[in-house]
């Protein structure tokens, strides 16, 4: 069953992913805007967007089309940052690219910690998904999803290809001269990424899912290392 089908006849599903990509979303990109800021530049800070207000971060075409498909077709928000403005640009940019996914991995950390406990169980998460209501997710399956979808846009950020946060910080990382190299294929860079996005969009037989390879497999594993941790 499609995800779309899934949706029409349990909405709880959609509900669970919107409450999970607000999150998200929201904490990713107060974590640019605010590290930005602490590095010299208050562009966000003067658009409103040192905020955990969801609505000085979503990007509505994006964040739709992510929500209803799982597809990162378009951004999902976006804080604006001015390298220029940075005390000092270099290190400013690597650490205001890493905040964003790392946030993300933090945020899944946290919400680990009730079913560390037994608050939340993943049984209770089984039986919520196949028996409970078809409107109203439970907390179980709110907090897994929202585990689950933080993990997710983390361990996506950091791959190291234009634009997403990995590259910058890649950039960041290397020896002048290594990182002069790096930038210069910005542009190939991003074309390899709307290839391997395109391949992921409508797989190719005999051609794998480079991003699925890359991310689905150890979402799953982190995911299931951090709700089983306490048991």
């Known amino acids: 069953m499609g995800f779309l089908e899934e949706i029409f006849q349990r909405p709880a599903v959609l509900i669970s992913r919107l409450v999970a990509l607000l999150v998200a979303v929201t904490i990713h990109e107060f974590a640019h805007a605010y590290t930005a800021m602490r590095m010299g530049d208050y562009t966000a800070y003067e658009n409103g967007q040192v905020s955990l207000n969801p609505l000085k971060h979503i990007n509505p075409m994006g964040f739709l089309i992510f929500l209803v498909t799982g597809l990162p077709i378009g951004p999902l928000g976006q804080a604006p940052v001015d390298h220029h403005r940075m005390r000092n640009p ?9 905040a964003g996914p790392i946030s993300n991995l933090i945020t899944a950390v946290v919400f680990a910690i009730p079913w560390w406990f037994g608050w939340l169980s ?18 179980s399956e709110i907090g897994y999803t ?14 190291p290809l234009a634009p997403l946060d990995g590259w910058t910080v890649v950039l960041g990382l290397l020896p002048p001269e290594q990182a002069n190299i790096w930038a210069r294929y910005q542009r190939e860079s991003m074309y390899l990424f709307l290839i391997l996005l395109f391949l992921s969009l409508l797989p190719i037989p005999g051609i794998p899912n480079i991003f699925g390879l890359l991310i689905s497999q150890p979402t799953y594993n982190t995911v299931n290392f951090l709700v089983t941790l306490g048991r």
């Open 90 to 98: 270099r290190v400013g940019m690597t650490l205001t690219s890493a």
């Open 122 to 139: 993943m049984d209770a998460y089984i039986e919520s998904y196949y028996l409970g209501s078809t409107i109203i997710p439970s907390l």
């Open 146 to 159: 929202v585990i689950l979808w933080n993990v997710l846009l983390g361990f996506f950020n950091l791959i």
